[in-house]
């Protein structure tokens, strides 16, 4: 980023560092695209997942697991890694065509408040959990909590 400003000062990025939940809520509020052009793979994207939830469309690199969330042209769009060519014609792209972009953010919120919820990953952890049992074949310690503890701040996505 400090790059880049050098070189166009006015381009209007600033990193912001570590944001509490409020603070970045508002920024996904008032948020028209989320671009999320990670060049690695990483454990978890709540962020992502909070920001399509408050009404961004996100564009990210087809990397890792994103695609669970993100189903290119239908929730978000996907890029490949490293091609800023991609990523510029996506934004382009969304910016120029609001019905469309509105379209992605209905999907995409409809998508992670009805699939993505805590009681459907307590159900697919314990159906996870169950076939190691099964291949384990003895006993277990671990044990299965009859109510999931609530997400962290920031990951819980609420369908608005």
Known sequence: IHALKSTHPTIG????????GVRRGALY???????????RREASDCNTAEA??????????????THEWIRDG?????????????LAGALARLLADE???????MAGRWLIG??????E???TLAAVIAACRVQRRGPTRWRLHPRPPEPPAGC???AS
Do not use: S
């Not at 509020?29 to 060049?39: E, G, M, S, Y």
């Open 99 to 105: 019905a469309w972009r509105t379209e992605l953010v």
């Open 52 to 65: 399509m939830v408050r009404g961004a469309a996100v564009i990210a690199t087809r990397i890792g697991a």
């Open 156 to 158: 819980a996505a609420r």
């Open 13 to 20: 990025i600033e990193h912001l560092g570590a944001l509490d």
């Open 121 to 123: 990953h307590v159900e």
């Open 29 to 39: 509020d008032a948020t028209d695209v989320l671009t999320v052009p990670r060049l």
């Open 74 to 86: 239908k929730t978000g769009l996907l890029i490949p890694p490293g091609d800023a060519g991609a």
């Open 114 to 119: 009805n699939q993505f919820t805590t009681h």
